[in-house]
């Protein structure tokens, strides 16, 4: 994506300026809050189909985030096919079953309990699509030549928080699942050394009798997520 010859820096006038009153800003963060806090992990998922093209848009606003050097060091491999999923999710539960067992310890297994997760994970066949998110470790100029790549998980964190956003916002629920390790999907889906996948989101409409964890709906109130500093505060 990156050529040596495209390197310099060339600076342009913001090419999308919007010009938002500050009452018109706080009313659309307030109805920003409202329709994310409507944003459920779900486990259970209909057979509803999902069409390839709403996939590719939210993927296309994920790969808007930013990232460092402008790198975007991320791949997606969205998935529907039913054998390829049915092997992900073979693989992956061969991981949870030795994670369950012991791997993880007893302190992380304790942590789950609330969350009512166990090795068994149907939702990985179950969902219409799955999308794997790779993290790219560096790139390849045109000559084949590597490059590094820069502040890599985070880069990756900020545009998978975006695709979780946007399948939201186009009315899709998620599941981000981690198995650990997961280098298997490297294998199932082709992808090369310079990858490194980082979860998996199955992606679809809830089922009707879809649950989610009563833990789930506890969140952290204001004050202690933010600490702010302001010139109003007395010395």
């Not at 050097?69 to 991981?95: C, M």
């Not at 369950?100 to 297994?109: M, Q, R, T």
């Not at 650990?180 to 009798?209: C, D, Q, S, T, W």
Request: glycine share 6%; net charge negative.
């Amino acid at each position: 994506m990156i050529a040596k010859s495209s390197l310099d820096y060339k600076p342009l006038p913001l090419p999308d300026r919007r010009d938002i009153s500050d009452s018109e800003m706080q009313a659309r963060a307030e109805t920003f809050l409202y329709d994310v806090r409507t944003r459920h992990t779900v486990r259970d998922f209909s057979d509803r189909p999902v069409d390839q093209s709403l996939i590719e848009t939210c993927i296309r606003a994920a790969g808007t985030a930013p990232s460092g050097a402008n790198h975007q060091p991320w791949h997606f491999v969205a998935i529907s096919k039913a054998s390829l999923k049915r092997r992900i999710r073979e693989a992956a539960e061969e991981e949870e079953r030795k994670f369950y067992a012991g791997g993880a310890g007893d302190e992380w297994i304790r942590a789950l309990e609330p969350i009512g997760t166990n090795a068994h994970k149907p939702h990985l066949e179950d969902a219409p699509w799955l999308i794997v998110i790779f993290a790219q470790r560096w790139g390849t100029y045109e000559d084949g030549t590597r490059y590094k790549h820069y502040y890599v998980p985070e880069s990756v964190g900020i545009a998978t928080g975006l695709l979780i956003t946007a399948l939201h916002h186009a009315g899709l629920s998620t599941l981000t699942h981690t198995p650990n390790p997961m280098r298997f999907l490297n294998e199932i889906l082709e992808r090369p050394e310079a990858e490194k996948p980082v979860m998996i989101l199955a992606v679809g409409h809830p089922a009707e009798n879809a649950t989610v964890p009563a833990v789930a709906k506890l969140k952290k109130p204001l004050e202690d997520i933010l600490t702010a500093f302001t010139e109003t505060e007395q010395d």
